[in-house]
C-alpha cells in the first residue's frame, strides 16, 4: 500500500487506537483523579501519533525516522504508565494487558517503519 498521507501509516492507526483505549481508562474516577498520571500518559500516548504526523511532513527520510523514533520511545511511555496504573489498581489486569499490547504493537509497527526508511538509504 502506498502511503500517501500519515493516516496511512499503520503505526499511526494503532497510536490512535491506543490514545481512545488510554482515554477511556483514564476518564475513570480514582485514575482522573490522579493528575500527574492522568497527564503523563494521554501526552505520551497522542505523541506517539503526532510524532508520526510530524515526522510525515519532516522533508527527508532521516528526519522522519528522528520523529519516529520519539513515537516508539512515547509508546515505551505508556507501557511504562500502565505500570504505574495497575499497581495503584487504577485498572484491572486484563486492561492492563489489553493497553500494554496495544502499545506494543504501535511501538513494534512504528519500529519496522522507521526499519524499512532505513533501508531505502
Known amino acids: 500500500m502506498k502511503i500517501e498521507q500519515?493516516?496511512?501509516i499503520d503505526?499511526?492507526?494503532k497510536g490512535r487506537e491506543l490514545t481512545r483505549r488510554v482515554y477511556a481508562l483514564t476518564r475513570r474516577s480514582e485514575f482522573a483523579k490522579d493528575y500527574g498520571l492522568k497527564?503523563?500518559?494521554t501526552r505520551a500516548?497522542?505523541?506517539i501519533?503526532?510524532?508520526?504526523?510530524e515526522g510525515f511532513d519532516g522533508g527527508s527520510d532521516a528526519e522522519f525516522v528522528r520523529f519516529l523514533i520519539?513515537?516508539?520511545?512515547s509508546a515505551t511511555?505508556?507501557?511504562?504508565?500502565l505500570y504505574v496504573a495497575l499497581d495503584n489498581e487504577y485498572i484491572s489486569q486484563s486492561e492492563f494487558d489489553n493497553a500494554y499490547a496495544l502499545a506494543g504493537e504501535a511501538r513494534n509497527l512504528v519500529?519496522?517503519?522507521i526499519q524499512h526508511l532505513k533501508s531505502k538509504r
Open 70 to 73: 520519539y513515537s516508539q520511545r
Open 11 to 13: 503505526g499511526w492507526k
Open 77 to 81: 511511555e505508556v507501557m511504562s504508565c
Open 6 to 8: 500519515f493516516e496511512d
Open 49 to 53: 501519533m503526532n510524532n508520526v504526523a
Open 111 to 113: 519500529g519496522g517503519f
Open 45 to 47: 500516548s497522542v505523541s
Open 39 to 41: 497527564d503523563q500518559i
